[in-house]
């Protein structure tokens, strides 16, 4: 125990090293990964030419210019906007592609040497496991915040145009956030990216897009097409346990119920109705509308597929082909 003065209780030096291996561990995320985060400053033309209309963060991806950000905080721009960094510099960037349905968007700086970020896995993370943000919350540049992973297999509902989907896996995590961290890192205790923070959800709550194999596919499409491309069934649903008399088709014990069905969409046309219950998609068995979504990928578009139904108790095989989500 080390001596203090009277009055002041000793400090134990366990407690010191503790506090000392937490603040080594924020210093040394925020010195690797601060370089590799801009503040962005989104643009769109005016009758007196550019004009700042919103702005937020973004993590650099490669050396050569791109960036990674939230889809909402430049889906206000006209396509270009301006990215400061820690050291000052400030470059020109424009948005390469957007998809709102994941709320990520992908831009380029109109020059190189950029730090790019060390890319993590989002899926290997645990519930009480440090994690670090930065970004540019209020226009205060460089921010640097610590907290824990408070839950993880969050979901965040996104649109696009009429259609609706659900970003799942989304961390949630007790580091402060506020406007302008949207688009910024959420690195582990080594430095590496493992998620976009997207949202504000309350006071000591916040949530990021994680980073993992899901995203990097995104990330791509972007790169090459500027967009996303997605399979279409037509249906709006929800989850439901199976009808006691039909768990031998569904072990697992919950299917998605069809609440409603687009008219003419590739479901209308194959017959699907209201309060069909979908047990499979090619052999595979789904429980909630998360699990649909996953399975809707470009490949899906245009290729016929097999969708088990049970339909007032009974099951059905339905053949239907994907159309592109537009």
């Known amino acids: 125990m080390t001596a203090a003065g009277p009055g002041v209780a000793p400090v134990d030096p366990a407690e010191t090293e503790a506090l000392d291996a937490y603040s080594n561990a924020v210093v040394a995320v925020a010195e690797r990964l601060t370089p590799s985060v801009a503040s962005l400053r989104v643009m769109r033309?005016?009758?007196?030419?550019?004009?700042?209309?919103?702005a937020g963060s973004a993590v650099s991806l490669t050396p050569d210019g791109f960036l990674l950000t939230s889809a909402h905080v430049v889906s206000g721009g006209g396509g270009q906007g301006r990215a400061t960094f820690a050291d000052g510099r400030t470059r020109r960037y424009e948005v390469i592609g957007s998809d709102p349905l994941s709320d990520l968007a992908l831009l380029r700086t109109d020059e190189g040497g950029l730090a790019p970020a060390e890319l993590g896995d989002a899926d290997r993370l645990r519930v009480?496991?440090?994690?670090v943000a930065i970004g540019n919350p209020n226009g205060f540049g460089g921010t640097v915040t610590a907290g824990v992973i408070s839950a993880l297999g969050r979901s965040l509902p996104a649109r696009s145009r009429r259609a609706v989907r659900v970003i799942d896996n989304v961390i949630?995590?007790?580091?402060?956030?506020?406007p302008g961290n949207s688009g910024g890192a959420l690195a582990d205790s080594r430095g590496r990216l493992v998620g976009v923070n997207t949202a504000v959800a309350g006071v000591g709550l916040g949530l990021a897009v994680p980073v993992n194999e899901s995203t990097l596919k995104v990330i791509g499409a972007l790169m090459t097409d500027g967009r996303v491309r997605r399979a279409y069934l037509g249906i709006a649903g929800g989850p439901r346990p199976v009808p006691p008399q039909a768990r031998e088709l569904a072990p697992r014990g919950s299917c998605i119920e069809v609440v409603e069905v687009v008219p003419e969409s590739p479901a209308g046309e194959a017959g699907i109705r209201p309060e069909d219950l979908i047990l499979e998609v090619d052999g595979v068995p789904l429980e909630r509308v998360e699990d649909l979504q996953r399975l809707m990928v470009a490949e899906r578009i245009g290729a016929?597929?097999?969708v088990r139904l049970l339909r007032q108790g009974?099951?059905?095989?339905?053949?239907l082909v994907p159309a592109e989500l537009e």
Do not use: F, S
């Open 314 to 319: 009974r099951p059905l095989d339905v053949e």
């Open 128 to 131: 009480g496991q440090l994690v």
């Open 45 to 54: 033309r005016g009758r007196g030419g550019q004009v700042p209309v919103g």
């Open 304 to 306: 016929q597929v097999t």
């Open 172 to 178: 949630q995590t007790d580091a402060a956030l506020n």
